[in-house]
């Protein structure tokens, strides 16, 4: 059987250093924000080349937080739009919701399943007051034609790069560093994934990341003086010490996962099933292969009997979720589409050259 993600595997490698990292941290008695948090936001600030990484609970915090910093700063307010791809995982509107604004959901690109850019200049409105595109399944959203709307209509630009750790754009700027902020998850099952949770703001913004940096922390400036109505939102010292082991290994697991891609995309050869559109340059991290089909029950049934293992990101798209039962009765075709048809099969950089032509020869046979 070759499963859709084996975590015990990738985690392996680093098993040693895990363990002198987890010694080195009982050994501190330094449990919230100590030297481990404060090196790895050290450390991914460099990686992402921003002045800033405050590292967060989750991967959803960090994208709230950002919108309450910026509440506080004067640039957004309860009310505001917030343009999102509909076709994003929920997480992302949570965030929006959350913090009192108003998520306008754009339809998606059937090809890149990113923003679509007519679609996304047609929802401008007066109210929209930021645009926060996600870049799903690791691939950059078109941040080009994004900044150009951004600063055209004096709009905030917020990444959602949970998905998308060292991807990186044609003059070499990585996820993180293209918008105003950025909000990252440490999720296990991501190409850097902790042990548990975890997430990050990345910004070259002084001022944000100054508030976020109380806001995660009950809104403390020092300890029992509250400027703000925080949240309990900080990164868990322990995890930041396996990220630390991880983060060096981060651009040779995206390479491998490239080699992965490039051969799937040029030997997979079946009119059953739509492959991802990818230039072949650095801006997709392939965080996900995702394939279409027309019949997804029939090709799950054929990949579960040919031992090859598959998950859905995502089955149901968020308009159409009871939790979001307001935006019930929009359509957007596209992004329906998309949900019916998407198929994740296995990607891994711990993969063999034998797992991965098991995996082309099974889809060749469907």
């Known amino acids: 059987m070759i499963p859709f993600l084996d975590i015990k595997a990738i985690n392996q490698r680093f098993e040693n250093n895990f363990q002198k990292a987890f010694k080195q941290f009982l050994d501190s008695g330094y449990y919230i924000l100590g030297n481990q948090v404060k090196e790895f936001e050290e450390a991914f600030a460099n990686y992402c080349g921003v002045k800033h990484c405050i590292g967060v609970g989750n991967g959803l915090d960090a994208l709230r937080l950002i919108l309450e910093g910026y509440k506080?700063?004067?640039?957004?307010?309860?009310?505001?739009?917030?343009?999102?791809?509909?076709?994003?995982?929920?997480?992302?509107?949570?965030?929006?919701?959350?913090?009192?604004?108003?998520?306008?959901?754009?339809?998606?690109?059937?090809?890149?399943?990113?923003?679509?850019?007519?679609?996304?200049?047609?929802?401008?409105?007066?109210?929209?007051?930021?645009?926060?595109?996600?870049?799903?399944?690791?691939?950059?959203?078109?941040?080009?034609?994004?900044?150009?709307?951004?600063?055209?209509?004096?709009?905030?630009?917020?990444?959602?790069?949970?998905q998308a750790h060292g991807a990186k754009n044609s003059e070499g700027k990585l996820a993180g560093n293209i918008g105003d902020a950025a909000g990252f998850s440490f999720y296990p099952t991501k190409n850097l994934g902790a042990l548990g949770d975890g997430g990050a703001v990345t910004t070259n913004d002084?001022?944000?990341?100054?508030?976020?940096?109380?806001?995660?922390?009950?809104?403390?400036?020092?300890?029992?003086?509250?400027?703000?109505?925080?949240?309990?939102?900080?990164?868990?010292?322990?995890?930041?010490?396996?990220?630390?082991?991880?983060?060096?290994?981060?651009?040779?697991?995206?390479?491998?996962?490239?080699?992965?891609?490039?051969?799937y995309i040029s030997e997979i050869k079946n009119k059953k099933i739509k492959l991802p559109e990818w230039d072949g340059s650095g801006n997709h991290i392939f965080h996900l292969f995702v394939v279409r089909v027309k019949d997804r029950a029939d090709f799950i049934e054929f990949l579960n009997r040919n031992e090859i293992g598959s998950l859905i990101h995502y089955p149901i798209p968020p308009h159409k979720q009871k939790a979001l039962s307001e935006y019930s009765h929009l359509s957007f075709p596209i992004t329906e589409k998309i949900h019916e048809e998407v198929v994740s099969i296995p990607i891994s950089p711990v993969f063999s050259e034998e797992d991965v032509d098991r995996v082309i020869s099974g889809l060749n046979r469907y």
């Open 72 to 162: 506080i700063l004067g640039k957004l307010k309860n009310g505001d739009e917030v343009l999102v791809a509909s076709n994003t995982y929920i997480a992302t509107i949570i965030a929006i919701k959350q913090t009192g604004m108003v998520p306008v959901l754009v339809e998606g690109n059937v090809s890149s399943y990113n923003f679509d850019i007519p679609s996304l200049k047609n929802s401008l409105t007066p109210k929209t007051k930021a645009i926060m595109p996600v870049h799903l399944y690791g691939q950059l959203a078109p941040m080009d034609e994004i900044l150009k709307i951004a600063k055209k209509n004096n709009i905030l630009l917020i990444e959602d790069a949970a």
């Open 206 to 263: 002084d001022a944000l990341a100054e508030v976020i940096k109380k806001l995660r922390n009950y809104g403390s400036s020092s300890k029992y003086v509250n400027e703000f109505l925080g949240i309990n939102s900080r990164l868990d010292e322990v995890q930041a010490a396996f990220l630390n082991c991880k983060l060096p290994a981060l651009d040779v697991d995206n390479n491998r996962r490239r080699e992965i891609a490039k051969k």
